[in-house]
């Protein structure tokens, strides 16, 4: 499977994931950054985690 093949595929399944770990923020509080990095790194495959990464700091408004 190509690249884009796979980002069309997932583009969906990676919004929904990088607002369901935004969604613990408030929550989690300082703990959150800690938590969020334990999440992403068990996040698979790579490019996936990759894709839940960009979704995350668009949500954020965070520049890359």
């Keep these: 499977?190509?690249?884009?093949?796979?980002?069309?595929?997932?583009a969906e399944r990676a919004t929904a994931?990088?607002?369901?770990?935004?969604?613990q923020r408030e929550a989690m509080?300082?703990?959150w950054l800690a938590w969020l990095a334990t999440q992403l790194y068990g996040?698979?495959?790579p490019e996936f985690a990759a894709?839940?990464?960009?979704?995350?700091?668009?949500?954020?408004?965070?520049p890359e």
């Design 1 to 10: 499977m190509n690249r884009a093949t796979f980002h069309q595929q997932q």
């Design 17 to 23: 994931e990088a607002q369901r770990l935004l969604d």
């Design 29 to 31: 509080g300082p703990r």
């Design 43 to 45: 996040l698979g495959p």
């Design 51 to 62: 894709m839940v990464r960009r979704e995350l700091q668009r949500l954020t408004g965070t």
